[in-house]
């Protein structure tokens, strides 16, 4: 299948809402941009060091590196790290080469030296494939005085000051700093160093612009002036939305096309902002996740690699990480030590990124990385046939809703002023629903909202649409065909109950799946209750538990029929004083259903009217794990493809390559998973016990262990394939060799 997308990731898209990257940044750090070909690239032929290229450094560099770096150390690094890409600071804010334009300001130490075209030349010897970045996001005092009216400016009209540069002034997305300059620079760099494709770093403007360029062109693209206020469903912000991705699609285009101008198989690829799956086609997407802060479970790397895949289906993606401490304080100049490093890193090329390491800085006073990154390219590159995946197995998938994040937030509006923390409800459902298939060990893919056609989705037994809120008449069409062709679906909360463009309807669109209808949403619900009902599949394991918590948004519902539901509501009783904690007497077992599970056509569908995935994401509770999971594998009502029994908490992926299956578990067994800052590797003892479905008619010849290099314990009966893997370091990858 080739790919056609280049989707902005959920934050992104909120950050188009809320106009400010920053802010959305600051969520969890986390970006996608994509190394775009251009709509008229639709294959790799004409790119095929792209897809080659398994192995990626980026170094950044600063103004005082061109005087005290050593290049040779780096060209050591590529080649002891088999490296086959390099991503290199070139020019924009600041440029790194003798460039001829007056007002690119050459970085303060470079002198007459050509430190971007010394690092090209050395890595071109090394057979590498070559990657300009450019960063437009500020100016020059210099350029300022020349052109004034390439300044962003705030609400009232002021040129921006960059925040943190007090000599640099912020550039307009909209105006001539992009539309004028850039496509210079753009086009001297590839005359002169002929580079594979570029990288623009913060290349879609820092948030709002109120100047008279944006003003004047929004004017006549709406006839409106630009919006105040951050809600989506004001008429402003709503047309800001749509002109903005229209305004990013035409810089995206001219960059490109500038680019392509000078070298035809060259290309530009933004950071972000690019928002349309069905119109993009991209050889290759990174993914950049510089930092963590506050709860940021360990498994974070592997979910952007599911998000970025789910549109770029078989093409390569690559996981950027940091080699420095970031959150929202951006320490830039510091390094996280090896465990942190080798985690993050495990997490995601167990989830299909390629590693694609940055530098910030090249010369590098802080060496504790070298060795944990080498360490890992190395076992990269000597088991690069393993890695090179074909197809992933999951037969689950997780709807990921880029419109659910613009236009609502899980229902709720996001509203000027505090966006952020109500977006935030869209996450959570997913990271609830997420974190219980990931305990659960359920393999499972993540599905791109935008692409719900049966080509993409057909694959897949199970959908979870977690808190899915937004989705149009055509949408559910799409879903609703799925089900009725044997397709199951498992929902939450508010799903479906909102449009495209986060308009309410009367309605769930998918009511009849759910065999309910709406009536209302009661939120900040407390202390109230759920009655497991037995015996049913959902509730297995709950048959001790008379009553378990329930989830704190709660939709009122009118069921279609008289089924009697495997889950009921306590309604909420006092919490305070401790003396009146108990239920009214004819409410401590009620039947208002809590649960659906629905057979529809050939398929199934499980509903739960409450956000108890958002809930789960907050408080955890292993009862919710429970329901979570039984409705995943009721839904399913097959043997999942990969399982695991043992001990631990192990994060699953399942693969197959031209000539082999690769099925990695990694093992996310420590205190420190919910927040990232891994302090040591801490071994699984098993044994795990993993049962693999293997695709009919091949014949499994080899099972080695990729983390150990041993032979394990396997047998074969029929179909099915057992490999028992003693332990767990970090990362262990059971490869089975085809014949
Ligand atoms: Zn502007």
Same mark, same amino acid.
């Given at each position: 299948?080739?790919?056609?997308?280049?989707?902005?990731?959920?934050?992104?898209?909120?950050?188009?809402?809320?106009?400010?990257?920053?802010?959305?940044?600051?969520?969890?750090?986390?970006?996608?941009?994509?190394?775009?070909?251009?709509?008229?690239?639709?294959?790799?032929?004409?790119?095929?060091?792209?897809?080659?290229?398994?192995?990626? /450094?980026?170094?950044?560099?600063?103004?005082?590196?061109?005087?005290?770096?050593?290049?040779?150390?780096?060209?050591?690094?590529?080649?002891?790290?088999?490296?086959?890409?390099?991503?290199?600071?070139?020019?924009?804010?600041?440029?790194?080469?003798?460039?001829?334009?007056?007002?690119?300001?050459?970085?303060?130490?470079?002198?007459?030296?050509?430190?971007?075209?010394?690092?090209?030349?050395?890595?071109?010897?090394?057979?590498?494939?070559?990657?300009?970045?450019?960063?437009?996001?500020?100016?020059?005092? %210099?350029?300022?005085?020349?052109?004034?009216?390439?300044?962003?400016?705030?609400?009232?009209?002021?040129?921006?000051?960059?925040?943190?540069?007090?000599?640099?002034?912020?550039?307009?997305?909209?105006?001539?700093?992009?539309?004028?300059?850039?496509?210079?620079?753009?086009?001297?760099?590839?005359?002169?160093?002929?580079?594979?494709?570029?990288?623009?770093?913060?290349?879609?403007?820092?948030?709002?612009?109120? #100047?008279?360029?944006?003003?004047?062109? @929004?004017?006549?693209?709406?006839?409106?002036?630009?919006?105040?206020?951050?809600?989506?469903?004001?008429?402003?912000?709503?047309?800001?939305?749509?002109?903005?991705?229209?305004?990013?699609?035409?810089?995206?285009?001219?960059?490109?096309?500038?680019?392509?101008?000078?070298?035809?198989?060259?290309?530009?690829?933004?950071?972000?902002?690019?928002?349309?799956?069905?119109?993009?086609?991209?050889?290759?997407?990174?993914?950049?996740?510089?930092?963590?802060?506050?709860?940021?479970?360990?498994?974070?790397?592997?979910?952007?690699?599911?998000?970025?895949?789910?549109?770029?289906?078989?093409?390569?993606?690559?996981?950027?990480?940091?080699?420095?401490?970031?959150?929202?304080?951006?320490?830039?100049?510091?390094?996280?030590?090896?465990?942190?490093?080798?985690?993050?890193?495990?997490?995601?090329?167990?989830?299909?990124?390629?590693?694609?390491?940055?530098?910030?800085?090249?010369?590098? @006073?802080?060496?504790?990385?070298?060795?944990?990154?080498?360490?890992?390219?190395?076992?990269?590159?000597?088991?690069?046939?393993?890695?090179?995946?074909?197809?992933?197995?999951?037969?689950?998938?997780?709807?990921?809703?880029?419109?659910?994040?613009?236009?609502?937030?899980?229902?709720?509006?996001?509203?000027?002023?505090?966006?952020?923390?109500?977006?935030?409800?869209?996450?959570?459902?997913?990271?609830?629903?997420?974190?219980?298939?990931?305990?659960?060990?359920?393999?499972?893919?993540?599905?791109?909202?935008?692409?719900?056609?049966?080509?993409?989705?057909?694959?897949?037994?199970?959908?979870?649409?977690?808190?899915?809120?937004?989705?149009?008449?055509?949408?559910?069409?799409? /879903?609703?065909?799925?089900?009725?062709?044997?397709?199951?679906?498992?929902?939450?909360?508010?799903?479906?109950?909102?449009?495209?463009?986060?308009?309410?309807?009367?309605? @769930?669109?998918?009511?009849?799946?759910?065999? #309910?209808?709406?009536?209302?949403?009661?939120?900040?619900?407390?202390?109230?209750?759920?009655?497991?009902?037995?015996?049913?599949?959902?509730?297995?394991?709950? %048959?001790?538990?008379?009553?378990?918590?329930?989830?704190?948004?709660?939709?009122?519902?009118?069921?279609?029929?008289?089924?009697?539901?495997?889950?009921?509501?306590?309604?909420?009783?006092?919490?305070?004083?401790?003396?009146?904690?108990?239920?009214?007497?004819?409410?401590?077992?009620?039947?208002?259903?809590?649960?659906?599970?629905?057979?529809?056509?050939?398929?199934?569908?499980?509903?739960?009217?409450?956000?108890?995935?958002?809930?789960?994401?907050?408080?955890?509770?292993?009862?919710?794990?429970?329901?979570?999971?039984?409705?995943?594998?009721?839904?399913?009502? %097959?043997?999942?493809?990969?399982?695991?029994?043992?001990?631990?908490?192990?994060?699953?992926?399942?693969?197959?390559?031209?000539?082999?299956?690769?099925?990695?578990?990694?093992?996310?067994?420590?205190?420190?998973?919910?927040?990232?800052?891994?302090?040591?590797?801490?071994?699984?003892?098993?044994?795990?016990?993993?049962?693999?479905?293997?695709?009919?008619?091949?014949?499994?010849?080899?099972?080695?262990?990729? %983390?150990?290099?041993?032979?394990?314990?396997?047998?074969?009966?029929?179909?099915?394939?057992?490999?028992?893997?003693?332990?767990?370091?970090?990362?262990?990858?059971?490869?089975?060799?085809?014949?």
């Amino acid at each position: 299948m080739s790919g056609d997308g280049n989707g902005a990731s959920r934050r992104e898209a909120v950050a188009l809402g809320a106009g400010s990257l920053m802010a959305a940044m600051m969520l969890d750090s986390t970006r996608a941009f994509a190394l775009t070909a251009g709509n008229d690239a639709g294959n790799l032929e004409g790119l095929p060091w792209a897809n080659k290229a398994m192995r990626w /450094i980026q170094v950044a560099f600063v103004e005082d590196d061109p005087p005290s770096y050593d290049p040779q150390f780096w060209f050591d690094f590529f080649k002891k790290t088999h490296a086959d890409a390099v991503c290199l600071s070139a020019g924009g804010c600041i440029c790194f080469y003798p460039s001829k334009l007056p007002l690119q300001k050459r970085a303060k130490y470079l002198g007459d030296r050509d430190m971007f075209g010394e690092m090209v030349k050395g890595a071109r010897e090394l057979g590498m494939s070559i990657v300009a970045r450019v960063d437009p996001h500020a100016m020059s005092e %210099e350029a300022f005085a020349a052109h004034p009216e390439w300044a962003a400016c705030t609400i009232d009209g002021k040129p921006r000051r960059h925040w943190a540069a007090k000599d640099m002034w912020v550039t307009c997305q909209n105006a001539g700093f992009m539309f004028d300059f850039m496509p210079q620079v753009l086009k001297e760099i590839t005359q002169t160093y002929q580079p594979e494709g570029f990288f623009g770093n913060r290349w879609a403007g820092s948030g709002m612009c109120y #100047c008279k360029t944006c003003r004047m062109l @929004f004017r006549m693209a709406t006839g409106m002036e630009l919006p105040t206020s951050d809600d989506p469903q004001d008429p402003q912000r709503h047309a800001y939305i749509a002109w903005n991705a229209e305004m990013r699609w035409r810089q995206f285009k001219l960059w490109d096309d500038t680019v392509k101008a000078v070298k035809s198989d060259c290309f530009f690829s933004p950071n972000g902002g690019m928002n349309d799956p069905n119109k993009v086609t991209i050889p290759i997407v990174g993914v950049d996740r510089q930092g963590r802060s506050g709860p940021t479970p360990l498994w974070m790397m592997g979910k952007y690699a599911k998000i970025t895949r789910a549109y770029m289906h078989n093409l390569p993606v690559a996981g950027i990480f940091n080699v420095g401490v970031e959150d929202h304080n951006r320490w830039k100049d510091s390094v996280q030590r090896g465990p942190e490093l080798q985690a993050w890193m495990r997490g995601g090329i167990a989830q299909g990124f390629r590693p694609w390491m940055c530098k910030f800085k090249a010369k590098p @006073f802080d060496t504790r990385w070298v060795e944990p990154v080498t360490e890992i390219y190395q076992w990269h590159f000597a088991n690069d046939r393993y890695m090179r995946n074909t197809a992933n197995l999951a037969r689950v998938a997780m709807v990921n809703s880029t419109q659910t994040g613009v236009y609502t937030a899980g229902g709720a509006p996001l509203t000027a002023g505090d966006n952020i923390p109500v977006a935030q409800r869209v996450t959570d459902s997913q990271n609830g629903y997420y974190q219980a298939l990931v305990e659960s060990r359920i393999p499972f893919e993540m599905a791109d909202d935008r692409q719900l056609d049966a080509k993409y989705i057909d694959r897949y037994r199970v959908l979870v649409l977690p808190d899915i809120a937004a989705l149009s008449d055509a949408q559910c069409r799409q /879903i609703r065909d799925y089900v009725t062709k044997g397709g199951r679906i498992v929902a939450t909360g508010e799903t479906s109950l909102y449009d495209e463009a986060g308009r309410k309807r009367d309605n @769930f669109g998918l009511a009849d799946l759910f065999g #309910c209808d709406y009536v209302k949403t009661g939120s900040g619900v407390q202390n109230s209750y759920l009655t497991p009902r037995h015996p049913h599949d959902l509730t297995k394991g709950l %048959e001790d538990a008379p009553r378990i918590i329930a989830a704190t948004q709660q939709i009122t519902v009118k069921p279609h029929g008289d089924a009697k539901p495997p889950l009921t509501l306590v309604p909420s009783y006092p919490d305070l004083p401790m003396e009146r904690v108990y239920p009214a007497p004819d409410e401590a077992e009620t039947d208002i259903p809590m649960a659906f599970c629905n057979t529809v056509g050939k398929g199934r569908v499980v509903y739960f009217p409450m956000d108890i995935d958002r809930t789960f994401w907050e408080v955890l509770a292993e009862d919710h794990l429970v329901l979570l999971k039984n409705a995943v594998l009721w839904a399913a009502q %097959e043997t999942q493809p990969m399982t695991v029994t043992g001990p631990g908490l192990v994060d699953i992926a399942y693969w197959r390559q031209e000539k082999s299956l690769a099925a990695h578990l990694v093992n996310m067994t420590n205190p420190m998973m919910m927040k990232g800052p891994y302090r040591t590797i801490m071994p699984l003892d098993g044994p795990l016990t993993v049962t693999l479905v293997v695709p009919r008619g091949v014949d499994t010849k080899k099972v080695t262990l990729l %983390e150990s290099g041993k032979t394990p314990r396997w047998s074969r009966n029929g179909h099915l394939l057992t490999v028992e893997v003693p332990s767990v370091r970090l990362h262990e990858v059971i490869a089975v060799d085809l014949s």
